[in-house]
């Protein structure tokens, strides 16, 4: 590789690049071997109680089996035999759905259920799916987790952040597996970041930015057709509500759901978790953010109360800045990037590859560095089988509690800073938001009334 530094200076006869790189390799060697051995974030779990053994088959049961659940359905009866599972059983509010479940996975009448509590009380069940709409994504995980179920929650991990916390605390008193499915998070890109970043490779971390841009053919973004065949008699809309306002049924609202506050934050938990979740884990040390700033738009795409184009910008305690953009009416996003004093990583958008290049004024400390894996990248099945993995084996999975707790507090900080107009800032030991002047801030409910912003 070509010497950076025209006229290094020697010590011993080697250059001081080719000294400083030894020692610091040596002295990497310890805590790059530790990382190696256990996941980049999270602590062992207690073994499942379910799941007695490496051999043991585990149960698995869905609830949601719309587009997403259906997902997860048709992908894990692939490797049902590779992840040694068996399916069960399903829940959905729309007979439909539960029905395409029910002929996809083979099962009876009885394995198939339109409230998730009644599946919930079986005590053959291992582990659920939840890809519900977002409003119930709390309650159903909770549940689940009381029940003695370990947990594949879709992203994001709750609607509101009080309710994440409920969560969280019901993953720490239960001892079960949660995963939060941001498959993006299984890419061996983003662990070998963390392990250069751990290796102090980059140095201090400074920013990083990343992004999740498209934009739709018809500007017409979460616009779903409407089922003709649903209506009130084979679907359970007032229960489909959960903790949402209460409105007479509405096709558009069930089925062009991403497009409304009441059941979802629009880019910021739909999108930027492919982004935001990886890029914390890239950093090596996922950290709950010190303030959050965001701003969204809705000047293209106006069939909707979300936003069309979202900027977010969160700073974290140890001096790393984030900076993640998303939009759905515009394909040209932010390289994925972290920035430290060091050195920079810049990550491929397809592929399992990341490149460490050297700041100029250390190139003659450090050379550049590749980094390249043949798996494809946001593999859901690869995210599916860490899961499986680890109610087994008792480890933390690589997207587990700890990671979606911290994600999510930044989008719900983000949504709170977007739609109130506020800096906001947080406190982890407390749980709690203040603005800029000191003053606690209420986060987010299901009963909240947003002001109207300046024009």
Known sequence: MMNLNAHPQKFGGESRRSFLRKT???????????????PVYGQDQAPSVNVAGANERIAVAYIGTGKQGLTHVRLQKDGAQKNNIVQVAACDLYEKHLHEARTMMGLGEDDCYRDHRRLLERNDIDAVVISTVDNWHAQCSIDALEAGKHVFCEKPM??????????????????????????????????????????GKLGPLVWGQGSYCRNHPKNDEWQFP?????????LDWYRWLGRAPKIPWNPDHYFSWHKYYAYNSGIIGNLLPHRFHPLMLASGNPEFPR???????????????????????????????????????????????????????????SQNRVEFKPERIFADESEPE?????VKVEDIQRLE??????IRSGQSPVADVELAIRAHTVLCLAEMSDRLGLALF?????????????KVIPPLTYDSVIPTLPA
Not at 24 to 36: D, K, N
Not at 385 to 390: A, E, L
């Open 226 to 234: 409407v089922d003709a065949d649903a209506n009130e008699t084979n």
């Open 370 to 374: 590749e980094f390249h894996d043949p």
């Open 24 to 38: 610091a390799t040596l002295a990497a060697a310890g805590s790059v071997a530790s990382f190696l051995k256990t």
């Open 158 to 199: 709750t609607r509101y952040l009080g309710e994440a916390w409920q969560v969280y605390d019901a993953v720490k008193k239960t001892g079960k597996v949660y995963v939060i499915g941001s498959q993006g998070c299984l890419d061996p890109k983003w662990h070998k970041a963390a392990e250069w970043v751990k290796a």
């Open 385 to 390: 089988k860490n899961f499986f993995d680890c």
């Open 426 to 438: 947080f406190d982890p030991a407390t749980r709690t938001i203040k603005n800029g002047e000191g």
């Open 291 to 349: 303030r959050v700033v965001c701003t969204g738009t809705r000047k293209v795409s106006t069939n909707r109360e979300i936003t069309d184009t979202t900027h977010l910008l969160a700073e974290f305690p140890s001096g790393l800045t984030l900076v993640v953009a998303g939009t759905t009416v515009n394909e040209q996003g932010l390289p994925d990037m972290l920035r430290g004093r060091r050195g920079t990583l810049h990550f491929a958008s």
